[in-house]
């Protein structure tokens, strides 16, 4: 009888240890609304490709999945994860400007209102953004993002060439020309071909809008 009660005290206490106190979940992940988050502990923010590439090799020697997260600029649950998650934070900045070109190439977690400030010391422009700037370009244009007018294309339109890591690890450039065979399905992935590293952007002279309104 002793023995049986001992049992129960052990269960009794080992499961309110597991349902009650503290748990190390790792930093929260919240949509700009908050409509979406979840903690996760295995979250992982580098700042250059080599540590993209090993997080990448790495999850694919332990048969592990990927997700990479933007600045949280969506209502659905697409880069909600149980296994490896990875933002691109610090993995940001202009890589190069090409003004004969009129292109910009920048590195996956640039935000696109950076991509603009970016730009407008070189005499260049965006074509056409959505009224939120704070997107990073490939998470911009993984999910299809627009801006207004029935005369544009949404943002990955703008894409002539793109970097990014496969599920192996592997770096692939892509655009017309150079692996032509996956260039469109990598302008709008949804993060499922690989980790977006580079985007370029085909830019447009620098303009001004004039807003009129008419009274009737």
């Known amino acids: 009888m002793a023995g049986w009660r001992f049992s129960t005290i052990v269960i009794i206490v080992v499961w309110?240890?597991?349902?009650?106190?503290?748990?190390?979940?790792?930093?929260?992940?919240?949509?700009?609304?908050?409509?979406?988050?979840?903690?996760?502990?295995?979250?992982?923010?580098?700042?250059?490709?080599?540590?993209?590439?090993?997080?990448?090799?790495?999850?694919?020697?332990?048969?592990?999945?990927?997700?990479?997260i933007g600045s949280g600029h969506s209502w659905s649950q697409v880069a909600q994860s149980e296994d490896i998650l990875i933002s691109l934070h610090n993995y940001a900045g202009v890589v190069s400007v090409d003004v004969q070109e009129k292109t910009v190439t920048v590195k996956a977690g640039?935000?696109?209102?950076?991509?603009?400030?970016?730009?407008?010391?070189?005499?260049?422009?965006?074509?056409?953004?959505?009224?939120?700037?704070?997107?990073?370009?490939?998470g911009a244009i993984s999910t299809g993002t627009h801006g207004t007018g029935k005369n544009y294309g949404n943002l990955a339109t703008l894409v002539t060439k793109l970097?990014?890591?496969?599920?192996?690890?592997?770096?692939?450039?892509?655009?017309?020309?150079e692996n032509p065979e996956v260039f469109k399905a990598a302008q709008v992935s949804i993060g499922m071909l690989g980790v977006i590293t580079e985007v370029t952007f085909q830019c447009v002279d620098k303009f001004n809008l004039e807003e009129t309104l008419t009274v009737h």
Do not use: C
């Not at 603009?116 to 490939?138: F, K, P, R, V």
């Not at 970097?163 to 020309?177: H, L, M, R």
């Open 110 to 138: 640039t935000k696109l209102k950076d991509v603009t400030w970016a730009l407008e010391e070189y005499g260049l422009a965006m074509q056409n953004l959505g009224s939120i700037s704070e997107q990073t370009a490939a």
């Open 16 to 68: 309110t240890l597991v349902h009650f106190l503290p748990r190390n979940e790792g930093p929260p992940v919240v949509n700009y609304d908050n409509t979406v988050h979840f903690n996760h502990d295995n979250l992982h923010i580098p700042s250059t490709k080599e540590e993209l590439v090993q997080l990448v090799k790495s999850a694919s020697e332990d048969v592990r999945k990927v997700r990479v």
């Open 163 to 177: 970097e990014f890591i496969s599920g192996k690890g592997e770096v692939i450039t892509t655009s017309a020309d």
